[in-house]
């Protein structure tokens, strides 16, 4: 069955530090793939998406190139802020009927000033 | 606006308990979800419905009962409440998730004691 596999955590950085992190998967056909993230106390925001090969995600300074030679899609950011300490989600749609997004197990990154 | 609310936000009871969370999406979707994320994080479905069919139904005990009275609410009612039953649950609705992902409700936290 499908599958998502993120870098375990924690991420611990300071501040203006390059941040990635890690996201593998296993699907058949062509799956959209996401980021989400979710701050303390709150559900779960969509950050940035990819529906097919080679498209690359962004939103807020954060990328994620969808690589399918390499099942990947990593999320990066230049410069990380204080406020973007959160847990990532990566997930995948296999777009079949069922409509089912199968997620990662979630980073904790958290920045310090 | 809220997109996808839920209710309550805070659940606290004891065990043998049963009580229901409401959820309800304002966005003309057709297809809700419940999640439920545990003391790691870990984000497991449980039950999705697409205008009021359900659609997925995961291993989850039979004290577990969803209920959609129509697209724009889904349900869940739990009977006699176990410690195990602890986490968040999260709602979410999706038009066409292998394009738009989902949209998440902020969560309920329950507590069984």
């Known amino acids: 069955g499908d599958s998502v596999t993120q870098m375990e955590g924690p991420v611990t950085l300071s501040e203006e530090a390059f941040l990635t992190i890690n996201c593998t998967y296993t699907?058949?056909?062509?799956?959209?793939l996401f980021w989400y993230v979710q701050y303390p106390g709150e559900g779960l925001q969509l950050l940035l998406k990819?529906?097919?090969?080679?498209d690359k995600g962004s939103n807020k300074g954060f990328e994620a190139t969808y690589r399918k030679e390499t099942t990947s899609f990593h999320l990066e950011k230049g410069s990380v802020q204080v406020s973007d300490s959160a847990v990532y989600f990566c997930?995948?749609?296999?777009?079949?009927?069922?409509?089912?997004?199968?997620f990662g197990k979630g980073t904790l990154l958290t920045v310090n000033p | 606006d809220t997109a996808v609310s839920q209710t309550p936000k805070y659940l606290v009871t004891q065990m043998g308990n049963d009580k229901s969370i409401k959820c309800e999406q304002n966005?003309?979707?057709?297809?809700m979800y419940w999640y439920k994320q545990d003391s790691k994080k870990f984000l497991k479905i449980m039950f999705s419905?697409?205008?009021?069919?359900?659609?997925i139904n995961e291993t989850v005990p039979n004290r577990f009962s969803p209920k959609s009275p129509d697209k724009a609410h889904l349900n869940l009612h739990i009977n006699s409440l176990e410690l195990g039953d602890s986490a968040v649950y999260f709602c979410?609705?999706?038009?066409?998730?292998?394009?738009?992902?989902?949209?998440f409700g902020s969560g309920t936290r329950l507590t069984v004691v």
């Open positions: 979410a609705s999706s038009q066409e998730p292998g394009i738009y992902g989902y949209t």
């Open positions: 699907a058949t056909g062509y799956p959209s």
């Open positions: 990819a529906t097919k090969a080679d």
């Open positions: 997930a995948l749609s296999d777009g079949g009927s069922n409509y089912k997004l199968t």
């Open positions: 966005l003309g979707h057709d297809t």
């Open positions: 419905y697409n205008n009021k069919e359900l659609i």
